[in-house]
């Protein structure tokens, strides 16, 4: 995208106006590239101007499409995770902050024992930048799955 960022080809690409056209068709290009590298059809692939939005889409477009109520996470996330669960929390949403060890790892049998039948979302970070710990995520994954 560096050369749509500025000089001769800097357009708006959601622009209505000819400046656009071409940043829009290599946007366009970008999201078909992206879905060919993830399975993916085209127009399920949103491009965010941060990590932050990119969480606060996810976590909110999830729940957006369930029933559920409750919530579960670590201790430990990222403020862009837990500023919108704890938001969440204060429109009813219930939600378990699940604890770690002192390397920051959570514990897979605390998940499955915190799980209810109106789980909506657990969200769980691979690895904690801090710190290193890189969770036991495939674990994780299986446990939450099988609810």
Known sequence: MLPFLGGKKFGNPSSPHHLGEEPRRAVETARERMAGLLSALPEEILFTASGSESNNLAIKGILAGRDGRHIVTSAVEHMSVLHPIRTLSELGYRVTFLQVDGTGEV????????????????????????????????????????R
């Open 107 to 146: 514990d897979p049998k605390d998940l499955r024992k915190s799980l209810k039948p109106d789980t909506a979302l657990v969200s769980i970070c691979h690895a904690i930048g801090e710190v290193g710990t890189v969770q036991p995520i495939h674990e994780l994954a299986s446990i939450a799955a099988e």
